[in-house]
């Protein structure tokens, strides 16, 4: 008998096929204090679904999903709850994970996550008006001044842009860099795959992943720490529901968030609106731009043993008037 060959295969995914019937594994958060004040938040449930087609011989496959944690001022994520057991959960570099092995699958293999979450309002505008919500940060700064794979801040042609982007403020070198962005990008779906800074330096154009790679690469290299947020964006128009995002970490407001694929409008007034506002519909997942647990890719892992699967994924939002 032959045998069978070891397959690891990365596939960047948001997961989990709801199921109406079974049993629910939850990953409930306890103690996460949220002020009195922020309990008029969004609430919105997210179905996060996967399929896992087998056609071969695969007698294991394993799923490394990342779990959304609360974050102060910005979400309570009240319920996290699986169609599978997961085999642990784990933390690792501030993140949280849950584990699923799948021993001998069937052909169809469905498995679901579902969040309910908490979304509050943090934006530019929020900082300046109410500085005890500010997500000061003392130590570990240094990390996101960095170069890194797809935020290349120390590429030549990069550096003599930042170097040409003046402000006589913080907040007014960040804003022309959004600007800087805004007027040399065109968005463009680009599918999965990951490009980076450059390739949006050079290309002038992108989806969320490349405005928000060049936005934080600029921002680097002009010594201000930024960080790229993968999470998703709750809205009507599901296909585009996994997105990046930016913060930038001012020195008297702490980290704030900045959307500059969402800023790309014409209108210059809208533009300065989203510039300084953001609606609470982003569900935080990770600022970690290079996932080394999910071996860089976002939200999931796959790896399995045998033959090659394949998988298709979708994203469902259930909003606040749906669950009234």
């Known amino acids: 008998m032959n045998l069978q060959k070891l397959i690891l295969v990365t596939i960047l995914t948001c997961f989990y096929l709801l199921c109406n019937c079974g049993i629910a594994y939850s990953w409930q958060y306890v103690g996460m204090s949220i002020p009195e004040n922020d309990l008029k938040g969004v609430?919105?449930?997210?179905?996060?679904?996967?399929?896992?087609?087998?056609?071969?011989?695969?007698?294991?496959?394993?799923?490394?999903?990342q779990i959304p944690q609360s974050v102060p001022?910005?979400?309570?994520?009240?319920?996290?709850?699986?169609?599978?057991?997961?085999?642990?959960?784990?933390?690792?570099?501030?993140?949280?994970?849950?584990?699923?092995?799948?021993?001998?699958?069937?052909?169809?293999?469905?498995?679901?996550?579902?969040?309910?979450?908490?979304?509050?309002?943090?934006?530019?505008?929020?900082?300046?008006?109410?500085?005890?919500?500010?997500?000061?940060?003392?130590?570990?700064?240094?990390e996101f001044l960095k170069e890194e794979k797809y935020i290349e801040k120390n590429d030549s042609n990069l550096s003599e842009i930042a170097a040409s982007i003046k402000g006589t403020s913080e907040i007014e070198i960040?804003?022309?860099?959004?600007?800087?962005?805004?007027?040399?990008?065109?968005?463009?779906?680009?599918?999965?795959?990951?490009?980076?800074?450059?390739?949006a330096l050079k290309h002038k154009k992108g989806d969320c992943s490349e405005y928000s790679d060049l936005f934080v690469a600029l921002c680097r290299a002009k010594k201000i720490p930024a960080r790229v947020i993968t999470g998703i964006s709750v809205q009507r128009d599901t296909k585009t529901a996994r997105h990046n995002w930016a913060e930038v970490y001012l020195k008297d407001y702490g980290w704030v968030p900045f959307d500059p694929s969402k800023g790309d409008v014409r209108s210059i007034s809208r533009r300065d609106k989203l510039f300084n506002s953001l609606e609470p519909a982003y569900i935080y997942f990770s600022n970690i731009r290079n996932d080394i647990t999910l071996r860089n890719y976002h939200y999931c892992l796959f790896t399995y043993y045998g033959d090659q699967v394949r998988t298709s994924d979708s994203i469902k939002f259930e909003f606040p008037e749906q669950l009234k």
Do not use: W
């Open 43 to 65: 609430v919105v449930k997210c179905e996060m679904s996967h399929i896992i087609s087998v056609s071969g011989k695969t007698p294991t496959i394993r799923m490394i999903a």
């Open 73 to 142: 001022n910005i979400q309570k994520i009240n319920r996290v709850e699986f169609s599978v057991e997961p085999r642990r959960y784990f933390s690792r570099n501030g993140d949280k994970y849950a584990e699923i092995i799948i021993n001998n699958p069937d052909k169809i293999e469905k498995v679901v996550i579902t969040i309910l979450a908490e979304l509050y309002r943090y934006d530019l505008q929020t900082a300046l008006n109410d500085k005890k919500k500010n997500q000061f940060q003392e130590t570990g700064l240094e």
């Open 174 to 199: 960040v804003r022309n860099i959004y600007n800087y962005v805004l007027n040399n990008m065109e968005y463009l779906m680009q599918g999965k795959k990951d490009r980076g800074a450059l390739y």
